[in-house]
């Protein structure tokens, strides 16, 4: 089992920028892929970022592309997500999940995050207009 428990979350104002953390215990953080997906309001769950084992290859979503950068610090158990010049659109629940296989950004868009192996219960950001 992993737990995941994002925190970094709230309200922005346009423009702004918020850095979301993604803290992991249990097994061995290093040994998962990892990814951020968001939920709006209605709408469906949609894949933001996913980061490989070490860091070395990511996938950013177009939608963020040039925005959001995904990191992680495999000593610390952690993943983050630094987020820049926020939208209004960019308001969701932000979810961090772990994937045993890093696998490509079109099927992480496709499926939505669908096949990730754990989830965090999210974190909710507002972007105000």
């Known amino acids: 089992q992993v737990q995941l428990v994002e925190s970094g979350g709230g309200l922005v104002q346009a423009g702004g920028s918020l850095r979301l953390s993604c803290a992991a215990s249990g097994r061995t953080f290093s040994n998962y892929a990892m990814g951020w997906f968001r939920q709006a309001p209605g709408k469906e769950r949609e894949f933001v970022a996913a980061i490989s084992w070490s860091g070395g290859s990511t996938h950013i979503a177009d939608s963020v592309k040039g925005r959001f950068t995904i990191s992680r610090d495999n000593a610390k158990n952690t993943m983050y997500l630094q987020m820049n010049s926020l939208k209004p659109e960019d308001t969701a629940v932000y979810y961090c999940?772990?994937?045993?296989?890093?696998?490509?950004?079109?099927?992480?868009?496709?499926?939505?995050?669908?096949?990730?192996?754990?989830w965090g219960k999210g974190t909710l950001v507002t972007v105000s207009s």
């Open positions: 999940a772990a994937d045993l296989t890093y696998k490509s950004d079109t099927y992480y868009r496709r499926t939505g995050g669908s096949g990730m192996d754990y």
